[in-house]
């Protein structure tokens, strides 16, 4: 205890930023309201989460808590879904984690229709770029992760940026920055180096990113 009581960066509360945030959480109170959206949370992954669906070319967003976050439509009819998961531009490193992992997700991630989005964020209206593809060694990954996690121990998994890209084959799609901007960026990033410029794109400038 006397250690946890050392901790932290303790300031007087900052008047002007208290209104000014204020103001702004306002306006999202109102959105919130008139579309009966009250979890503030879940909210805000539901817009994240939508964002990034409609960069990849998805056009259905999941508004339940279970379930993949989005879905679309091939040509065929079949449906293909979208498991977005989030991480913050000032985070220590990069991965996708999942939580509560269980057979039928695992199961889910080892067919072709499933894919996965890491949507790297700098504040909160502001994505940096996308991490993107399939692969079904995911879902034996999640399988074997789970089965072999220790006993009473909660279901958590999580894959690097580094090894979604080199070794499940994902695409790093940036939205506003160049592949080399990216790639610098990735450069003082822990865990990131090993990426090559050439996994990075910029998301406007490929159409197969819809994977119709």
């Known amino acids: 205890m006397a250690i946890l009581k050392e901790k932290g960066t303790f300031r007087p509360i900052d008047e002007t930023f208290l209104a000014q945030s204020l103001d702004v959480f306002q306006g999202v109170s ?20 939508s964002i990034a669906a409609k960069y990849l070319g998805y056009t259905h967003i999941n508004i339940d808590k279970h379930g993949f976050d989005a879905r679309r439509t091939k040509q065929d009819g079949e449906y293909e879904f979208l498991e977005v998961k989030t991480a913050s531009f000032d985070a220590d490193t990069w991965g996708a984690t999942f939580n509560d992992t269980n057979q039928d997700k695992a199961d889910a991630f ?31 990954f999640l399988e074997d992760k789970m089965k072999n ?64």
Do not use: H
């Open 110 to 140: 080892k067919s072709n229709n499933v894919y996965l989005c890491l949507s790297v964020w700098r504040y909160a209206s502001d994505p940096v770029f996308f991490a993107y593809g399939q692969n079904p060694e995911i879902g034996v």
């Open 30 to 49: 109102d959105i919130q309201a008139q579309y009966n959206k009250g979890d503030t949370d879940t909210f805000m992954n539901e817009v994240r989460d």
């Open 149 to 212: 996690r220790p006993l009473g121990s909660r279901s958590t998994q999580s894959i690097s940026l580094q090894n979604l890209v080199n070794t499940y084959g994902f695409k790093i799609y940036s939205i506003s920055k160049t592949p080399e901007q990216i790639y610098n960026i990735l450069q003082l990033k822990k865990g990131c180096r090993n990426i090559s410029l050439e996994a990075i794109e910029c998301i406007s400038s490929r159409s197969y990113v819809y994977n119709y």
